[in-house]
């Protein structure tokens, strides 16, 4: 009896790990989608990629390498020339565990501009639990 009480112990704290892991990802995901609406790329991209030369970010027939190849990009997208960055938003979240340190999200992202044509399209990310917390360490964006 003492055996199953153990084991619905360690039950109930895997359920609230997961769902606790869940939380922390979404959050990361708000506090890039705030950063990105204050005009913070920096922030952005410190809220939610890994900080490695291994970060992969696939768009189109584009790879981007690493932490630095993937904000130079960002910023010559949506800040050089007098870009504008647009609102972003998430929708259609997803989040699968996929054990204890990784992680998947997948959803649909939108950026509303004021003078020029909304654009959108959906993601996929591998993430993983790492010291600073969870990061994006593999991002698959595509557009509609």
Known sequence: ????ALLGLLL?????????D?????LVLREQRDAWNAGDIEEFMARGYW???????????????GYQAVLERYRARYTEG????????????????VDGDEATA??????DFERSEDVGGHFTLDLRHLSEGWRI????????
């Open 1 to 4: 009896m003492r055996a199953l």
């Open 12 to 20: 109930a704290s895997s359920c609230r790990s997961a769902a606790h």
């Open 82 to 97: 007098g870009a504008e960055m647009g609102r972003l938003s998430f929708s259609e979240l997803l989040v699968t565990e």
């Open 51 to 65: 900080k490695s030369d291994e970060l992969l970010f696939v768009s189109g027939e584009s790879e981007h390498h």
């Open 22 to 26: 869940e939380a922390a990802i979404l």
């Open 137 to 144: 360490v593999r991002d698959e964006t595509t557009s509609d």
């Open 106 to 111: 997948t959803g649909r992202w939108d950026l």
